[in-house]
Every structure is written in C-alpha cells, then in structure tokens.
C-alpha cells in the first residue's frame, strides 16, 4: 500500500488493517445484525477470542463489541455501522447507516464498514449512505470498508461483470478497501477496482479445502484478502481453520498446505 500524499492518521489506521505485503485477513463477526443468533455466533465474544492472534482486524456491530469483547484487545476493530431490517421480512437491501460519527470514535474503531446494494431498489440510498459516511469519517482519518451487498441474490449475482461494476463504484464513492465475492474472472473484478479488494466466504461450504481454495485462487487474481466468517466459527476446528487462512493470506501457503496445517492443528 503506498501511503504517500496520505494523512498520517488514516496512513497509520490503514497500515494496521493492510499488511506490508498488502494482505489482509479480517473476521467477519457482524451476522446478528440482520440474522439474529446464527450458528456458531451464539456468543460472539467467545467466539472470537481464541482467533484474534490470527486475524488483522475484527469486523463487527456496537451491540455486539461493547456487551462481549475485551476493551483490551489488540485486534483492530472495523465497525459494522449500517443495519436496519432483518432476515424476517423485507428486502434485506433496506439499509441504512445507524452509528453517529461520535458513536464511531468513542468506540475507537480502526476502520468502519457498511453494506451497499447496487442494482436493487435501494441503490440510491445505500450509495448516498457510503458517499456520507466517507464524508464524515474522512476528517478524523478514518477508513471505509464498502461492502458490495447482494442481499438474497447471491446466485444470480456472483458474475464477474455485475462484481467488478458494483466493486468500481464504491471505490467511486470513496471506499478505502470494498468487500465482494469471489467468484469465476476474478481478476477482472480485482483490475477495476483501484482500493484493496478483500472477498467474503458465503455460507459454510462442505469442505475445508474449497475455501483454502477460493482464497489462494482469489489472492492469485488480485485480492488483497478476506473478510470471512461462517468457514471460520461454524467450522468444527475454528482455530485451525483460521491458521490455514492466516497461511494462505500471508505464508503464500498452498491450498493443500494449509489444508495439511488445518489437519495438524485440527487433529492435536
Ligand atoms: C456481509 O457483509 C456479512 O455480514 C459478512 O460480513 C460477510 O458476508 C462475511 O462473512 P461470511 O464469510 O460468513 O460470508
């Protein structure tokens, strides 16, 4: 990452959540906001404890930070501030930001994240959300991390075209890193966008290895890293599973070494 022309402040929050081989490993942790209690996130602070030594930031709600996690951590924390409906009805692209700026700084985050949902009804609003928060949080240094939302339509939308269109544009709006899929052409996704892509792992998948997979394939096309969760926590091994990840992202492990990693670890 090249920090030069960069204010010093949000150079050094960046520098923290990018690695200097300009990797990344973040875990997502923010699911309650929309699903409720989901499997494997019943406690979050528990859940989260024994993989912070292997992840380079934390992404997760308010709620959730104060009520379970350490104010002594020293994992960065990337705030999860757009919310607003649920699983239970509706259409999930119904959001909106709901942290105050204040609320972002006395919570010391490193980094904020939202959700956008370009190509739904909610377009407009979500982008104009992302365009507000960049503007609210550049004067206290303080990065952004879009997230390209696809709500219920993962299926239809995991093509590179629609990925790379929704990536661009919220670079566009002022994103420092944008979360997306991986998905087929990869590499077209990752070339259009000019801030660190990091990809999302989607619900847990039948094997370790597909994500071991999908992750090197990723970082090979460009990626910076992942903002991953369910392959992580609902995984029978978290622990292991994150050490494989944490190979893959900054080891330059091969799928199959870190699957042997995962093994070791997972088996001791
Ligand atoms: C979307 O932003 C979600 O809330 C998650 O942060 C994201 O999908 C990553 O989690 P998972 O790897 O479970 O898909």
Known sequence: MNWTGMEWGLANRLSKLIKPDGRCFYLAMDHGYFQGPTHGLARPGEAAKPLLPYVD???????VVRSTLDPAMETPLILR???????????????????????????????????TYIGSDFQHRTLMALANLVNNCAPYGIPVMAVTAVGRELKEKLEPRFLALACRICAEHGAHVVKTYYCDDFEKVAA??????VI???PKTETELEVLQFVYDGIQQGAAGVNLGRNIWQNEHPVAMARALQG????NLTPDQAHDLYLTIGNS
């Open 57 to 63: 930031g934390l992404f997760m709600t308010r709620g």
């Open 81 to 115: 501030v757009s919310g607003g409906n649920s699983m239970a009805i509706g259409d999930l692209a119904d959001e909106d930001v709901t942290v105050s700026i204040d609320e972002i700084i006395r919570i010391n985050a490193a980094a904020v994240g939202m959700s």
């Open 192 to 197: 259009g966008c000019p801030v660190p892509v």
């Open 200 to 202: 999302a792992g989607g």
């Open 248 to 251: 893959v992202i900054h080891e």
